[in-house]
């Protein structure tokens, strides 16, 4: 079963950058779909980016694309999210997660079910 932890969450004003990092461990990673989520105060979870194991397949919410990108080092185990042009409405936790069967043939939001436990991204204003 795989395991993961974020890293690289903390204060940062509007308009500028953060990178998130997430380390797994256990389960062969260069197999499985991985992806960001947020949750917002208040709010439910949100899907924010994926990436498969097929590679160059990578996939955004619309309210972050063009200022995410999602990236993976099957090597290294880890996935990352490099988030540009923060605004505050990107406040939130974000959690990054794994779909644990290995090679799906579809990416899709309802098959992550590893979780991380979260990093905190704040974005003043």
């Known amino acids: 079963q795989v395991q993961l932890v974020e890293s690289g969450g903390g204060l940062v004003q509007a308009g500028g950058s953060l990178s998130l990092s997430c380390a797994a461990s256990?389960?062969?990673?260069?197999?499985?779909?991985m992806g960001w989520f947020r949750q917002a105060p208040g709010k439910e979870r949100e899907f924010v980016a994926a990436?498969?194991?097929?590679?160059?397949?990578?996939y955004y919410a619309n309210s972050v694309k063009g200022r995410f990108s999602i990236s993976r080092d099957n090597a290294k185990k880890a996935t990352y999210l490099q988030m540009n042009s923060l605004q505050p409405e990107d406040t939130a936790v974000y959690y990054c997660?794994?779909?644990?069967?290995?090679?799906?043939?579809?990416?899709?939001?309802?098959?992550?079910?590893?979780w991380g436990q979260g990093t905190l991204v704040t974005v003043s204003s």
């Open positions: 997660a794994a779909d644990p069967e290995i090679r799906r043939s579809v990416v899709a939001a309802r098959y992550f079910g590893v």
């Open positions: 256990g389960g062969t990673f260069r197999d499985y779909s």
């Open positions: 990436i498969s194991w097929i590679p160059g397949s990578t």
